[in-house]
């Protein structure tokens, strides 16, 4: 802190440059925040799975229902405490463009099986005795301007038809990462009033005693309905989850060679204009080592100019990123976790100092190294 007049002194001689130099890291650490928000919002279901649930598919896809047999015979499974199901249904909201996840829910267990979703006890109540009752997520009932007692009509495209619901209910994640934008209405609703494939669920999901039996009970399962018409495909919630994302592709992979590129660039522009900034100022710096400066001291006070840049226009970068979260998912539903945790806010702002020392290194080290008769001879 002694010196920093002197670092703020000479980043401020060239204004324009150094205003340029924080913007560009300012622009890279938005991007890296964006591209972190998206890597988080693809990777949320598995960050959240249950360590003690399955999830139950049928072997041929996640699209082919399963019996809604199969649900006393898992409950039956030594190491089974507990099963629900579920439907997804895939219907449309005034317009297409308003995609969310519509589940058809059995009523008697869902929300024993997660209890991360809290609904008050009173909503649980109004929709269980309402058969056109719905639950909805807090986030997409802020979507929508939805309150409790809103009738809302859904066009059916895998099951058709025009469907209403009463909101009865809007749960909350007891987690930031917790999915709040979920649409649920009971499975008998829709058993009843479907013209096709009654008596099927989507998947069941199960909880176990002993997440250490887990592959244990992943083999029992499936082994139960070997040879029946419809074979199962058994996964922790976790593996479920992971398998989904991939699906979409390496999307992990595209981001940080995106983030890599980024900082690579990054880093060039830094250290030549470092570079520059040092050329331009040495004889200073021989006038320096002339008063009794050490080499060190030269070689640190260039570094800390270039770290000074980095955490302004990383932090702005950062804040930037943050204010731009704050509005919520802009794709429409899309991208349901949209947070920018403050861990990745800190990695952020570690690679921007990373870089900002990198890309002053080389420079210091020729600062440094400057004797003072050869410098002072210099025009």
């Known amino acids: 802190m002694k010196y920093l007049h002197l670092v703020l002194t000479n980043l401020f001689r060239k204004k324009t440059r150094t205003a340029l130099t924080a913007g560009s890291f300012a622009v890279a650490l938005f991007l890296f925040g964006i591209l972190a928000v998206v890597d988080g919002a693809f990777r949320q279901g598995v960050d959240v799975a249950g360590v003690d649930r399955l999830v139950v598919l049928n072997r041929v896809s996640i699209i082919q229902p399963l019996p809604l047999a199969y649900r006393d015979r898992l409950a039956r499974i030594p190491g089974v405490t507990q099963v629900t199901f579920a439907n997804w249904f895939g219907g449309v909201y005034q317009d297409e463009r308003n995609f969310f996840p519509q589940f058809a ?9 997660f209890p991360e979703f809290v609904v008050p006890d009173d909503q649980w109540q109004a929709f269980l005795t309402d058969k056109e009752g719905a639950i909805v997520g807090e986030a997409l009932a802020e979507r929508f301007k939805w309150k409790i007692g809103d009738r809302i009509p859904v066009r059916g495209t895998i099951f058709p038809g025009n469907w209403e619901f009463n909101i009865r ?11 709040t ?4 209405f009971r499975w008998d609703y829709l058993d009843e009033r479907k013209s096709f494939s009654k008596g099927l669920v989507g998947w069941y999901t199960v909880r176990i005693a002993n997440p250490d039996d887990a592959v244990r009970l992943v083999k029992t399962i499936d082994e139960q309905f070997a040879n029946s018409p419809a074979e ?11 398998s989904f994302v991939k699906q979409m592709g390496n999307i992990q992979l595209l981001i940080m060679s995106i983030g890599s590129v ?32 050490s080499n060190g001291f030269v070689l640190v006070l260039v570094i800390a100019e270039t770290m000074v840049v980095a955490a302004i226009g990383g932090g702005l970068g950062r804040g930037l990123a943050k204010l731009f979260t704050l509005r919520g998912d802009p794709t429409g539903g899309l991208l349901p976790f949209f947070y920018l945790s403050p861990d990745a806010i800190a990695l952020g702002l570690g690679l921007a100092l990373a870089v900002g020392v990198l890309a002053g ?5 020729a600062a440094s190294r400057l004797r003072v008769v050869d410098a002072l001879r210099r025009i």
Do not use: H
């Not at 829910?105 to 099986?113: A, F």
């Not at 522009?269 to 004889?283: K, P, Y």
């Open 361 to 365: 290194i080389l420079p210091a080290l």
């Open 105 to 113: 829910i059995d009523r008697e267990s869902y929300r024993q099986m």
């Open 232 to 242: 199962t495909k058994t996964d922790t919630e976790k593996a479920f989850a992971a």
């Open 169 to 179: 209910g809007i749960y909350r994640g007891q987690r930031v990462q917790d999915d």
């Open 181 to 184: 934008t979920q649409f649920w």
């Open 262 to 293: 980024v900082f690579f660039t990054l880093l060039l522009v830094t250290g030549n204009t470092m570079a520059i900034a040092v050329r331009e100022r040495t004889r200073e710096l021989a006038v320096l080592k002339a008063v009794g400066f």
